[in-house]
């Protein structure tokens, strides 16, 4: 029972529709019918700029973070119930049941996730996803390569992480299959490329 009432927990926090707050909050728009129309960090910026992109992206984080912290913290024991507690708030960002269950993309829940988990792999991963959008301006095929490098920068970081190791590979997978949309796009060379706001204006 406890362990059903800390998945529930991760779920209903990673739910929270961050981004979808921030457009109703900010002007009073449903972000799913402007810009990118994904509820993420990068479509906050797009529509309303740095001032709601960042505590939407921190809050993002913060929803794969907290759970996971404070279940090891707490429970402690079995590290898959850490990791489960982890992916289930991933999959609440990803299928959030308040906007119809078409939430974000993940990268920055499961990132959050990690950063309990791996540390040193996320910081390894990070700066792999910044030179990534740097040379392309892509977000999602930055976020893409992390994802699928980031299992082997667990595996050589946390090679004793078994369990942290293969929810790696099952939230690279995740992430892959949600940004299907954009993997169409790339290889049509019609995706969007990452604009600052002087550009965007």
């Known amino acids: 029972m406890t362990v ?12 929270t529709p961050t981004a979808y707050l921030a457009g109703r909050l900010a002007r009073g728009i ?22 709601w992109a960042i505590p939407v992206a921190l809050f993002d984080v913060a929803k794969g973070a907290i759970p996971v912290a404070l279940f090891v913290h707490w429970e402690g024991g079995d590290p898959w119930l850490a990791v489960a507690v982890g992916i289930a708030a991933v999959l609440g960002h990803v299928y959030s049941p308040y906007v119809g269950f078409k939430g974000g993309k993940g990268v920055a829940t499961a990132a959050g996730m990690f950063i309990a988990l791996a540390p040193l792999a996320v910081a390894i991963a990070l700066p ?74």
């Open 4 to 15: 059903a009432l800390w998945l529930l927990a991760a779920y209903v926090l990673g739910a």
């Open 30 to 51: 449903d972000l799913r019918e402007h810009g990118s129309r994904n509820l993420g960090a990068t479509n906050v910026y797009r529509v309303l700029g740095w001032a």
């Open 128 to 201: 792999i996803w910044g030179i990534c959008l740097w040379l392309t301006r892509y977000v999602s095929l930055s976020s893409i390569l992390a994802a699928t490098t980031f299992p082997l920068l667990v595996g050589v970081t946390r090679p004793d992480a078994v369990v942290t190791l293969w929810a790696s590979v099952a939230l690279a997978a995740l992430i892959v299959f949600s940004h299907r949309a954009n993997i169409r796009r790339l290889l049509a060379g019609t995706e969007s490329r990452f604009r600052t706001r002087k550009e965007l204006t």
